[in-house]
C-alpha cells in the first residue's frame, strides 16, 4: 500500500483533509496499528469513523467492517470511495455476478474495506473466504447492539462473541456512541476482548441545543411553528408508532414542507428511495419510527425532534446525534407528556416480572425525569453515561432560560379531581372536561351530569389548559389510568382533593402559543449569499458524481470557504474537510466560485 510507511499526520492531511487529530483519535489509532484490542466509546460527530479507516492505510491488508443496516453500509461504502479509497461491501444488494467480482478483488488485495452484515459474517462461507484474506483488524460499528442490557439488542449481533474462536489473532476494534458500565462490560467479556484499550470521550456536544417541551395537544403546533423558523434545513422527526409517522407526515406536507414518512411496514423499494431522497437533500424533514438512521452518516442534519418521549437514554443519546454530526450548530427538541409513560409502560408491565423487567421499567423512570427535570441537559445526560461535566451555561434550554416561574393551581385540580369523584371512575379525560366547560355533548346531556355542581366551573379556562393540568397530575401519580383511559383517584390525588397536597405547575406551560424556542442558535459566522451559491454547486456535483451532497463537504466545510474564499489550491487545501484526493475531483468547480465572489 503507498502509506504503509506514511505518518499519521501526513495521511490525516492528503487523505482526509484534516489538520489535527480530535481527542482520543491519536490513541486509538495507534493501539489499533499495534494490533491491540479496542473499544472506543465517543459520541456522534466525535470522528469514530477515521479512527479504523486511517490505520488501515497504514498497515495494508483488508479491513473488515461489520455494520448493522444495509443503508448505512451503502452510505460508508460511497463516502470512502469517493474519498479515493477501496472499499465494497456485500449483502443482498448485489447480485451473483456482483457479488463474484467484490470477491475477486478481496482475494487479489484490492480492496482496503470490506463491510459486512453479522448475518453475513456468522456464516461458514464468510469465515471460510476471510481465512483466504490478509485481514488486518475486524470492525464492529453501534457495538451496544451486542449487548442485552442496551437499548437496540440485536441478536445476530450477540452471535459475534464466535469471532474470537474463528480468528484468535486478528485484532477487534468495537466502537458506539453509548454505553452505560453495564453495557461496556458486556461488550468486553462477550467479544472476549484481550487486554483491550477502553477509551470513553466526553459526552458533550456543545454544537447541540437541547430542548425538551411540555407537548400541547397533539403537538403539532408546537412542530409547525419550530418548523417554519428553519426554513431549508434538513433534519428528522421521530415518533413512536407507523400511524403516527404517516399523520404527522401527511400534515407538515398540508403545511407547506418537504416531508415523507419512513417506518417498517412500508415496502422495501419505496423505503428505500425515501432514504435515497432525504440522503441526496430531495427531500428536507423525514417523520420516522426508530426503523430510521442508526449510524446515519448525512452530516448536515440540522435538527431532531421527537413528538413523544423515548424508551430510553440510551434511545434518545442516539436519536439526537444524527443532528450535527458535521460540528455545525443543530437543535434537538422532544415534546412529552405523561401519557407517554403510560403508553411505554404498557409495553413493559406484561413482560415476566424478573431483573430485565424492572431493568426496562427503570430506564423508563429515567427517560421521564431528564425531561422533566430543571437542570442542564448536558450535564444530566452525562451524568446517567458516568461521565462528569459543568453546567453548559448556554446550550439548553434550562440553562438559557432563567425567567421560567410557577403557579399555584391546586384549586383547578382540586376541579378536576371534583369532576372525576362526582361522575364516577367510569369517564376519561375528554369528558370530565367536557363537563368542567360545560359542554351540551349528548353523552354528557344524557348521563345528566349537567346538573352536577361541578358542571361549567372551568369556563375560565381553555379546553388545551385543561389538558395541561391532566397532564401535570398524571405527572404527580395523582391519577391511574385504567382500561379504555377510564380514570380514577390515587392516593396522591385523594390528598389534594382534601387539600392537603398543594400543585404547581410552570407558568409557561399553561401559555397557549405553541412555541417551541424562542429562536434558533447562532450557526456560527459564515456568508450566507456564498453559502447558498457553494451549497448549489455542491447539488449540482452530487448529481454528476451520483453520491450524496454531504459525501462532496460539509456544511461546515462550506460555510469555512465562503468567509475565506480560498483563491489558489494550496490555500484550499487549508480548509478543513478538504484533502487532496477531494481538491482534485471538486476544487475546481468550487474555486471558480470563490474567485468569481472574491471579484465581485
Not at 386 to 400: K, L
Request: hydrophobic share 40%; net charge positive.
Amino acid at each position: 500500500m503507498a502509506h504503509m510507511n506514511s505518518k499519521p499526520l501526513e495521511v490525516l492531511k492528503s487523505r482526509f483533509g484534516h489538520n489535527g487529530f480530535r481527542p482520543l483519535q491519536e490513541e486509538a489509532i495507534n493501539a489499533i496499528v499495534s494490533g491491540r484490542d479496542l473499544l472506543m466509546i465517543l459520541p456522534t460527530g466525535g470522528g469514530k469513523s477515521l479512527c479504523y479507516q486511517l490505520p488501515t492505510l497504514l498497515m495494508g491488508g483488508t479491513t473488515v467492517v461489520v455494520s448493522p443496516l444495509l443503508a448505512l453500509m451503502h452510505d460508508q461504502v460511497t463516502a470512502l470511495r469517493a474519498a479515493g479509497m477501496k472499499a465494497q461491501m456485500l449483502s443482498s444488494m448485489q447480485d451473483q455476478r456482483e457479488s463474484a467480482q467484490i470477491i475477486g478483488a478481496l482475494l487479489e488485495g484490492a480492496l482496503e474495506f470490506l463491510y459486512l452484515s453479522p448475518e453475513r459474517l456468522n456464516t461458514d462461507a464468510m469465515r471460510t473466504l476471510l481465512r483466504r484474506v490478509r485481514v488486518n483488524f475486524f470492525v464492529l460499528d453501534e457495538a451496544h447492539c451486542i449487548s442485552e442490557w442496551g437499548h437496540e439488542f440485536r441478536a445476530d449481533y450477540r452471535e459475534l462473541s464466535q469471532l474470537r474462536a474463528h480468528f484468535p489473532q486478528i485484532p477487534i476494534a468495537a466502537f458506539t456512541a453509548t454505553a452505560t458500565d453495564t453495557v461496556r462490560h458486556d461488550i468486553v467479556d462477550h467479544l472476549a476482548l484481550s487486554d483491550p484499550l477502553i477509551l470513553r470521550g466526553k459526552l458533550y456536544r456543545p454544537n447541540l441545543f437541547i430542548t425538551c417541551k411540555h407537548r400541547i395537544g397533539d403537538g403539532d403546533e408546537q412542530l409547525v411553528a419550530f418548523l417554519k423558523a428553519r426554513k431549508d434545513q434538513s433534519g428528522i422527526v421521530y415518533a413512536l408508532s407507523r400511524k403516527s409517522t404517516e399523520r404527522i407526515a401527511q400534515m407538515l406536507m398540508r403545511k407547506g414542507f418537504e416531508a415523507q414518512a419512513y417506518h417498517a411496514g412500508l415496502e422495501a423499494r419505496l423505503r428505500n428511495e425515501i432514504y435515497r431522497a432525504f440522503v441526496h437533500d430531495e427531500t428536507r424533514i423525514i417523520v420516522a419510527t426508530i426503523a430510521f438512521g442508526m449510524g446515519i452518516d448525512k452530516s448536515n442534519i440540522r435538527f431532531v425532534v421527537h413528538s413523544a418521549l423515548p424508551k430510553t437514554l440510551e434511545n434518545y443519546y442516539q436519536e439526537i446525534g444524527r443532528s450535527g454530526r458535521d460540528g455545525d450548530d443543530s437543535e434537538v427538541v422532544a415534546l412529552f407528556g405523561a401519557s407517554d409513560v403510560i403508553a411505554q409502560k404498557r409495553f413493559i408491565e406484561p413482560l415476566e416480572a424478573g431483573a430485565y423487567r424492572d431493568h426496562l421499567l427503570s430506564k423508563l423512570d429515567s427517560m421521564s425525569r431528564f425531561a422533566a427535570q430543571e437542570g442542564c441537559r448536558h450535564q444530566a445526560l452525562a451524568r446517567y453515561f458516568g461521565d462528569t461535566i459543568e453546567p453548559c451555561g448556554a446550550h439548553c434550554d434550562n440553562c438559557t432560560d432563567t425567567s421560567r416561574t410557577k403557579r399555584d393551581i391546586t384549586r383547578e385540580a382540586q376541579m378536576f379531581l371534583s369532576a372525576l369523584y362526582r361522575c364516577g371512575a367510569r369517564f376519561g379525560k375528554n369528558y370530565l372536561i367536557d363537563v368542567l366547560l360545560g359542554s351540551k355533548e349528548k353523552r354528557l346531556l344524557e348521563n345528566g351530569h349537567d346538573s352536577l355542581s361541578v358542571y361549567g366551573i372551568g369556563k375560565a379556562w381553555h379546553k388545551k389548559q385543561w389538558m395541561v393540568l391532566f397532564e401535570r397530575l398524571l405527572e404527580l401519580e395523582a391519577l391511574h389510568v385504567g382500561e379504555f383511559q377510564v380514570l380514577s383517584l390515587t392516593p396522591i390525588g385523594e390528598s389534594i382533593l382534601r387539600g392537603k397536597q398543594s400543585v404547581e405547575i410552570r407558568s409557561e406551560r399553561l401559555e397557549l402559543k405553541a412555541s417551541v424556542a424562542k429562536k434558533a442558535p447562532p450557526s456560527g459566522e459564515y456568508n450566507e449569499h456564498v453559502f447558498d451559491a457553494l451549497r448549489t454547486l455542491r447539488r449540482e456535483l452530487a448529481l454528476r458524481y451520483g453520491v450524496p451532497p454531504y459525501v462532496i463537504f460539509s456544511d461546515k466545510t462550506l460555510k469555512e470557504l465562503s468567509l475565506t474564499l480560498p483563491q489558489n489550491e494550496a490555500q484550499m487545501l487549508q480548509i478543513g474537510g478538504i484533502g487532496a484526493v477531494k481538491f482534485e475531483r471538486y476544487g475546481g468547480d468550487f474555486l471558480a466560485v470563490c474567485r468569481r465572489f472574491a471579484t465581485e
